[in-house]
């Protein structure tokens, strides 16, 4: 790979592979996946459920590692990566947005949203500011006392996503993150993940299976049984799937 194409790929696997169990009921939920995915786009990633596409985020993120191939990130080759660099790369580097929200429940949403910060170095009043703004850019300014309880499912989402923008990672990592939302409020949350992070040094990664988000879509690569089966370009998105 060249100097060139490293840079301006924020992320590349080449014949990623991982199982899961032994013998007769074993799993291969990636089958040689070959993917990139460049900084300054927002790629969008579907297929059928099953078909591995929250693997590939889990070790794209460095959460989980794979049996085989390589999962590059800005030029890092994470499946070499030890895991104490690991977990600090990952913590300056990667924004996560879970399908399960996985906010801490004895926590408010400001504490949520605050997190990342204080462990990237960030006084508390610091993290608590940039926090507050952002659960206010979100639509939720007036929830920031409120624990995850206490909020709706789609409240719940945008701490989510608010959290894992407020250290302004270079890549950012989306699993279904419309799911919990009605169409306005998906549509503001996608705006939201084009100005913030499709930046030229930025990337974004989106599992989805809502269609009404599609258009927002630079790329969308479609997975089936393991494998990357086909990358549609920009002038496909706007209609693809409808």
């Not at 605050?114 to 500011?129: D, F, H």
């Amino acid at each position: 790979m060249s100097d060139l194409i490293t840079q301006e790929l924020a992320v590349r696997t080449i014949g990623l592979g991982k199982s899961y169990g032994k013998g007769d009921s074993i799993v291969h939920a990636l089958k040689g996946v070959d993917f990139d995915a460049r900084c300054g786009e927002l790629l969008m990633i579907v297929g059928p459920s099953g078909c591995g596409k929250t693997t590939l985020l889990s070790v794209i993120c460095g959460t989980l590692r794979c049996d085989s191939g390589t999962v590059t990130v800005f030029g890092e080759d994470l499946s070499q990566m030890r895991s104490g660099k690991l977990t600090a790369f990952r913590g300056k580097n990667v924004g996560f947005v879970f399908q399960q929200f996985n906010l801490i429940p004895t926590w408010s949403a400001l504490e949520n949203v605050s997190v990342p910060l204080l462990l990237n170095g960030s006084t508390q009043a610091q993290a608590e500011k940039a926090a507050a703004e952002l659960l206010k850019e979100v639509g939720i300014g007036e929830k920031l006392r409120a624990l995850p309880t206490q909020l709706s499912g789609g409240q719940q989402q945008r701490v989510a996503i608010a959290r894992a923008l407020v250290h302004e990672p270079r890549l950012l990592i989306c699993d279904e993150p419309t799911a919990a939302l009605d169409a306005a409020s998906g549509r503001r949350v996608l705006e939201l993940l084009k100005e913030r992070a499709c930046r030229p040094d930025r990337a974004v990664i989106v599992v989805t299976h809502d269609s009404r988000i599609f258009p927002f879509a630079d790329r969308i690569a479609e997975m089936e049984d393991g494998r990357m089966k086909a990358v549609h370009g920009p002038g496909e998105c706007q209609s693809l799937y409808v």
